[in-house]
Antibody, heavy 118, light 112 residues
Framework: QVHLVQSGTEVKKPGASVKVSCKASGYSFSDYWVQWVRQAPGQGLEWVGRINPKSGGRTYALKFQGRVTMSTDTSITTAYMDLNGLRSDDTAIYYCVRSSDSWDFDYWGQGTLVTVSS | DIVMTQSPLSLPVTPGEAAAISCRSS???????????LNWYLQKPGQSPQLLIYLTSYRASGVPDRFSGSGSGTDFTLKISTVGAEDVGVYYCMQGLQTPHTFGQGTKLEIK
């Protein structure tokens, strides 16, 4: 079955960078988009961006452009999200999510808590 | 950006009763191929969100048939025919028509 397993909790200082990984299994990795969604403590869901592992095509939410980089390594079916210039309001759980071209967001990783604190 | 607005934000329900959540989008979610890109998710306490409904009315794999989605254009509804304790959590609608994909604020369903 489909699994998305993310890397562990991160604690970073303001201005630092974080790289979150998402290991996919149970499906053809290149045939689905990988989306990234975040959730600040006690808050709702916010879309960060997406990447197509086959084409490498990426789209980022405007508020993250210039700070976020998404990538994939198809040889190990893993997606990555790099976020730099961390601020306290980047403290959130970051989820990787599989989606088809119907944008269904059907399988979610377990989430990675990123805490930004001095 | 498309703004998604849910109501109510809090929904106390007696077990066995029906429940409905409304979601409105600031623009039509109808795509040129006839698909309407509105999805529903449930986030149970302490868990990742899970897909319930995609393309307005299609139940995701393994989702009980007591969940149903309907609507068109800018107005959508998620209905639960018989609420159980396992349905507690926060329900989100999301538009998949265009980026940035945007979510509603969430509706917290609790058992009375």
């Amino acid at each position: 079955q489909v699994h998305l397993v993310q890397s562990g909790t991160e604690v970073k200082k303001p201005g630092a960078s974080v790289k979150v990984s998402c290991k996919a299994s149970g499906y053809s990795f290149s045939d689905y988009w990988v989306q990234w969604v975040r959730q600040a403590p006690g808050q709702g869901l916010e879309w960060v961006g997406r990447i197509n592992p086959k084409s490498g095509g990426r789209t980022y939410a405007l508020k993250f452009q210039g700070r976020v980089t998404m990538s994939t390594d198809t040889s190990i079916t893993t997606a990555y999200m790099d976020l730099n210039g961390l601020r306290s309001d980047d403290t959130a759980i970051y989820y990787c999510v599989r989606s088809s071209d119907s944008w269904d967001f059907d399988y979610w990783g377990q989430g990675t808590l990123v805490t930004v604190s001095s | 950006d498309i703004v998604m607005t849910q109501s109510p934000l809090s929904l106390p329900v007696t077990p066995g009763e029906a429940a409905a959540i409304s979601c409105r989008s600031s623009e039509s979610l109808l795509y040129s191929n006839g698909n309407t890109h509105l999805n529903w998710y449930l986030q149970k306490p302490g868990q990742s969100p899970q897909l319930l409904i995609y393309l307005t009315s299609y139940r995701a794999s393994g989702v009980p048939d007591r969940f149903s989605g309907s609507g068109s254009g800018t107005d959508f509804t998620l209905k639960i025919s018989t609420v159980g304790a396992e349905d507690v959590g926060v329900y989100y609608c999301m538009q998949g028509l265009q980026t940035p994909h945007t979510f509603g604020q969430g509706t917290k369903l609790e058992i009375k």
